[in-house]
């Protein structure tokens, strides 16, 4: 098997589109890589242009370290697997598996041999006779990797394998691909949109957010470390709750001010350390689901309160919907990027409009991280430091702001009932106005 490297791999499309931004990605001889991230991030036109069916417009494609030329596409030995199958509907599923044969050198009795060797091990043995028609989606997904198996492919490349396949056959087909990677030992760039696939199928997972890499790394490390507000907002069902903080520092500790509500971190607490130069910086605070418990009324420690607007009983366990009076966020809303540039607006502004310019106050007035000037002195709450939200500009104190804690089977909080939320410190995750984590001790 070969190793698959892209260095600083850039794809502008004739019309500006800059589908692939700079991405560096290594794939170590019989890894498995999944890109994961939203529909129109650049994961298929990484893959093609690995495969060599585009070419970049800067950057390379190594194979085992040797730069590729751009045009050598069939010179890769490289199998691609499209969501759509691409099976030629005329040839029997022998002749489909056995295509990539026909233009080498094998006699076609080893060529049969060959095909009747890839169907066993798929399991479709009892369907090599029949046309792609009279298949179901699985089948026909199992036809496709065998095809790609036949040749003397040195690395899959599947774009969205397992789309076209119903749920249920789908998670199946999920571990059988997977194992099958794993057995053959082959080097595998594997494509998704699904987090689920890319969690449970990869070695390692590259998170892309329009055409940039976001972070690399074992599935489990990507969701419990998040580099980017993006990857921590990407992964995770349900979503990591997200909302807005201002950071106030003393002598005495660390608050962070979600607007009504505080998270005190006392001055010995190691995490307070990298706070101490962000004295009224605005942040995005993510809190996952299980990063908060349900607590005693008498709790002491870092909590929340709130109120129960809702409980979705799963069964095993029940999300809990608290209403707390935060100011929600998102990982688009938080950067307020330039829908054309991905530039964060504030960035942009200044670039373009001078210091009071009228506009460019009332839109840095829409940026919560980055308001170029800091509140006014007398914009303060009760506690007595820069609030989240502003009354200088006619903001009401946030009242409603709501979380989402899983809670286990068991007695269930109620709809109506105050609820207190234990804070697990070590799970929570501040990020800087351009979406990137600020580290805690
Ligand atoms: N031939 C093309 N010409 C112009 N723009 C293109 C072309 N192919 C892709 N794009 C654009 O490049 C960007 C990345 O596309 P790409 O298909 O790689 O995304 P993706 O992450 O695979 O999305 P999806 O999950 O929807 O397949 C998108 O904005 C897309 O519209």
Known sequence: MVSIATDR???????????????????????????????GCGKSTILRL??????????????DGEPVRPDAGWDRRLSMVFQDYALYPHLTVAENIGFPLTTGSE??????????????????????????RHLSGGQRQRVAMARAMVGESRAFLLDEPLSNVDAGLRAELRAEVAALARRLAMTTLYVTHDQVEAMTMADRVAVLRRGVL?????????YRDPHTLFVAAFLGTPRAN?????????????????????????????????LR??????????????ALTPAAPEATGPVLRGVVRLVENLGHEALV?????????????????????????????????????PVRDRLARMIPHSRPEQPPATARTEYGFYPVYDPELGDEPPTSGE??????????????????LAVDLDRLMLFDGAGNRIRLG
């Open 9 to 39: 791999l850039t794809k502008v499309f004739p019309d500006g589109t800059v589908a692939v931004d700079g991405v560096s990605i290594e794939i170590g001889s019989g890894e498995f890589v999944a890109l994961l991230g939203p529909t």
């Open 50 to 63: 690995v495969a060599g069916l585009e070419e970049p417009t800067s950057g390379r494609v190594l194979i």
């Open 107 to 132: 006699t076609p009795s080893d060529a049969a041999r060959r095909v009747a060797a890839v169907a066993d091990q798929l399991g479709i043995t009892g369907l090599l006779r029949r046309k792609p």
């Open 214 to 222: 976001q972070q690399i790394g074992p599935p489990d490390e990507v």
């Open 242 to 274: 997200l909302v807005q903080a201002a950071i106030f520092t003393s002598d005495d500790g660390v608050l962070l001010d979600l607007g009504s509500q505080l998270i005190e971190l006392p001055a010995d607490d190691p995490r307070v350390a990298p």
């Open 277 to 290: 130069d962000r004295h009224t910086d605005r942040v995005t605070l993510a809190l996952r689901a299980d």
């Open 321 to 357: 919907h608290v209403t707390t009076g935060t100011v929600p966020t998102s990982a688009a809303q938080s950067r307020l990027e330039h829908p054309a540039t991905g530039h964060h607006l504030s960035e942009l502004l200044a670039e373009d409009l001078p210091a009071g310019h």
């Open 403 to 420: 979380l989402v804690v899983r809670v286990p089977a068991g007695v269930l909080p109620r709809t109506g009932e105050p609820i207190v």
